[in-house]
């Protein structure tokens, strides 16, 4: 199994950007693809970005397209979402996830989770 652990949530203003980081240990994080995931309270959860093993195939929701960027350093064991244009709307609960493919299309539910990092969006 995998371990997963984000950082890099806070509070930030709208149109301020943040990097969410997530650090994975345990075994070989190169044979998994790796998605970004939020939650509302009170609503499901959504997908937001996922990255196949080689980082070479990258996929998002649309809500998110052009203004989050997912990428992956498999040297380094982690995962990023890179979050730029926040808006109030974007505030959540962040959380990194794993799947037990090299690929995984939008529709994939995740297989192994983080346990979350809260961003705040409000001015």
């Known amino acids: 199994q995998v371990q997963l652990v984000e950082s890099g949530g806070g509070s930030v203003q709208p149109g301020d950007s943040l990097r969410l980081s997530c650090a994975a240990s345990g075994r070989t994080f190169s044979d998994y693809a790796m998605g970004w995931f939020r939650q509302v309270p009170g609503k499901e959860r959504e997908f937001l970005a996922n990255i196949n093993w080689l980082g070479s195939d990258t996929k998002y929701t649309d809500s998110v397209k052009g203004r989050f960027v997912i990428s992956r350093d498999n040297a380094k064991n982690a995962v990023y979402l890179q979050m730029n244009g926040l808006r109030p709307e974007d505030t959540a609960i962040y959380y990194c996830?794993?799947?037990?493919?090299?690929?995984?299309?939008?529709?994939?539910?995740?297989?192994?989770w983080g346990q979350g990092t809260q961003v705040t969006v409000s001015s």
């Open positions: 996830a794993g799947y037990f493919t090299l690929w995984a299309d939008t529709t994939r539910r995740a297989d192994f």
